[in-house]
């Protein structure tokens, strides 16, 4: 029962594995699920679960293996219903005493009766045995009915798990692009170097001890700057057009970029097809900052990610309509930022395989050149720390 | 042993079941959730109706793992050492132990709360998988091993600033606090402020659930904020609200300039209120 759903989760993209199983396991090892669907709901999506992107994903994976069950639960009902019938009708094998208990109650009032302690037994931790087959107590309890009615338990707590799951509660907890995110985070989180910076204010305890130790044992306390992340990037994309079909995979990687801390400074700024004199700080293409204030405010340990996919018109490479105009082509704006970035890469969307195109092989022969996929990032953030081109 | 809320703090049965199973388990509790919905109350009623004291981790930009464990205090030693009047050869007098290493040398079994861990450093959580896991640690400078004899109850709060490590999590009981129903939020209400007037609770729950649909707030305003409200109603006497009329103490539901900007554009005509 467990496995398959477990399957069942990983189909959903809950990612679980061999230490949830075993978790799992040695939860219901303890009786933690109360022998019943509502508590195993419970305890599983405590145990499976480990991010609330996920929630959603467990519930649908729930409602859809246990739905079955809960029709299961309402026929053992309707079949201690039928047995409860049976029993009136059986009169004569009842002692006495009980037949004057039974005599106390119509058949109306004991059904109302038992349909109510079944809606109880939601409440009761202990399996059941209680409420149906307490040595002749309860009007129900007789010749082995209490076997049935532990399984009781099942339908009562059923209905609310199940109920919960398809409400699907968390669905605006959902993101799937999580997953992605992150593997291109961490793809992006190899970017990092470090570097001593800023105010001394961390002890240098093998200095001091050094230091120390020359001034003959008076004590001379030495610090150092911290260890901080020294990253600086600039990530230039290019927006609209041809670049359409990848609005959504560039996308993620702004995300990545933008959720990664790692960075000291991050610059975005976009441009369409091709780089002429000045890049914009929006994708709508407004805010426009020319790039020789770009160049002015940074400097050579600048890394240059470009993302695009370098197809245009070839006239485009060699136009000049940037602003302000003086004459200089797109192909010498490209090659500028190549030099003055000795860091730097180019993220292509388009398949190598369509690579022998006319300016994707111009663009090609002034910057290093990756898919954006995984392996062409990771390719990508290596030739950034590598730094300077081969 | 089954955990079932204490009197000043509800829970669901998600709730207690997720901390049953850390409980049987031994794992870490990992509690996420929007802010004031009581996670790190959640620590405080654990440790009181379990009956163990609880120790307090708060987790800042700053904190190490390794501050957890125990601190070194090097420069401390060095000084004392230039005057001679402090006997410096004893190490452990300038070991001081972290909140996690207090609550695995106690003797009695003890409730850590690990408040806000994703204020920390990327690296912050993966350095206490080991710790976690295992409940024990070594002191480098005297070679001596802290095992605890009773493993404390663990519970971290996170607010989801950061993702926390896939390892981190596959260790942990994961739980999320949704955010209250209309019911379950009359019953807490009926806790902290037992003796307020039914009609009042009413219009104030109405005023509140319609401020938190109000999609263009930047914070929307959660439990505790709505018990704090309560607090200066309760305190001022008033007998009657309404939305669009001058709301009081509209401070303690909205805590953003923006926001209370929206909100007086929204129901107020543009008048400002006075928080």
Redesign the interface.
């Known amino acids: 029962m467990i496995v398959p759903f477990l399957y069942e989760l990983r189909a959903h993209r809950v990612p679980v594995g061999t230490q949830e199983t075993l978790a799992l396991a040695e939860a219901l090892e303890h009786g933690l699920h109360d022998s019943s669907l509502d508590g195993f709901y419970d305890v599983a999506r405590a145990l499976l679960c480990h991010s609330e992107a996920h929630l959603d994903a467990f519930d649908q994976a729930f409602a859809k293996h246990f739905k079955g069950v809960e029709s299961l639960g309402n026929e053992l009902h309707q079949q201690l219903l039928d047995w409860l019938k049976e029993a009136q009708g059986r009169r004569p094998t009842l002692t006495p005493e009980e037949r004057a208990l039974l005599d106390q109650l119509d058949k109306e009032t004991l059904e109302k009766l038992f349909a109510q302690r079944l809606k109880e037994q939601k409440e009761r931790h202990d399996g059941g045995s209680k409420w149906v087959g307490t040595g002749g107590k309860s009007p129900f309890g007789h010749s082995g009915a209490a076997r049935d009615g532990i399984r009781v338990g099942g339908p009562g707590g059923n209905r609310r798990a199940l109920r919960v799951a398809s409400e699907r509660h968390f669905q605006n907890y959902r993101d799937d692009l999580v997953l992605d995110v992150r593997q291109l985070g961490l793809a992006l989180r190899k970017l990092r170097a470090f570097a001593r910076e800023g105010r001394p204010d961390e002890l240098d305890l093998d200095g001091t001890i050094d230091a120390t130790a020359r001034n003959l044992g008076e004590l001379e306390v030495k610090t150092r700057a911290p260890r901080k992340s020294n990253t600086k990037l600039i990530l230039l994309m290019d927006v609209g057009g041809s670049m359409d079909p990848y609005a959504d995979l560039v996308s993620r990687l702004f995300t990545a970029a933008k959720k990664a801390t790692h960075f000291k400074e991050l610059r975005t700024y976009y441009f369409h097809n091709c780089i002429y004199g000045q890049v914009y700080t929006s994708a709508q293409l407004r805010d426009p900052i020319p790039l020789g204030r770009l160049f002015a405010e940074t400097n050579r340990t600048y890394k240059l990610l470009v993302v695009g996919d370098a197809l245009m018109a070839p006239w485009e490479l060699m136009d000049s309509t940037g602003w302000p105009s003086d004459g200089t082509e797109g192909i010498v704006w490209l090659m500028r930022l190549a030099e003055l970035y000795p860091h730097c890469a180019w993220l292509n969307p388009e398949s190598p395989r369509g690579w022998w195109q006319t300016t994707i092989e111009v663009v090609r022969r002034v910057f290093p050149m990756y898919p954006l996929t995984l392996e062409g990032l990771s390719l990508a953030v290596e030739q950034l720390t590598r730094g300077g081109r081969a | 042993m089954r955990f079932k809320g204490t009197d000043s703090y509800l829970t669901s049965?998600?709730l207690r079941?997720?901390v049953?199973?850390?409980l049987?388990?031994q794992?870490p509790l990992?509690i996420?959730g929007e802010p004031g919905t009581g996670k790190t109350l959640l620590a405080e009623a654990v440790s009181q109706a379990l009956g163990h004291e609880l120790l307090t981790w708060h987790v800042k930009s700053t904190s190490k793992a390794q501050d957890g464990l125990y601190v070194y205090d090097?420069?401390q030693r060095?000084?004392d050492?230039?005057f001679n009047d402090h006997d410096v050869r004893d190490i452990k007098k300038y070991l001081r132990l972290g909140p996690l290493g207090e609550a695995f040398a106690a003797k009695s079994r003890k409730v850590l709360l690990i408040d806000e861990i994703d204020k920390a450093d990327?690296e912050f959580p993966n350095d206490l998988l080991h710790e976690l896991d295992r409940m024990r640690f070594r002191i480098v400078e005297t070679d001596e091993e802290i095992v605890a004899k009773e493993r404390p109850v663990v519970i971290i709060t996170s607010n989801n600033e950061?993702?926390l490590p896939?390892a981190f999590?596959?260790?942990?009981?994961?739980?999320?606090i949704?955010f209250p129903d209309q019911a379950l939020m009359r019953r807490i209400v009926e806790v902290h402020h037992p003796k307020l007037d039914e009609a009042l609770v009413d219009q104030a729950m109405t005023v509140f659930y319609e401020l938190r649909s109000f999609t263009r707030l930047r914070k929307r305003p959660s439990t505790s904020e709505l018990v704090d409200w309560l607090a200066a109603l309760k305190a001022s006497g008033l007998k009657s609200l309404k939305l669009d009329e001058q709301l009081p103490f509209i401070g303690a539901l909205l805590k953003r300039e923006q926001d209370l900007q929206a909100f007086s554009e929204a129901f107020q005509g543009g008048r400002r209120s006075k928080a």
Not at chain 2, 169 to 176: A, G
């Open positions: 049965e998600s079941s997720a049953d199973c850390a049987a388990l794992r990992l996420k090097a420069v060095l000084h050492s230039r990327l950061k993702d896939d999590l596959r260790r942990c009981v994961f739980h999320f949704e």
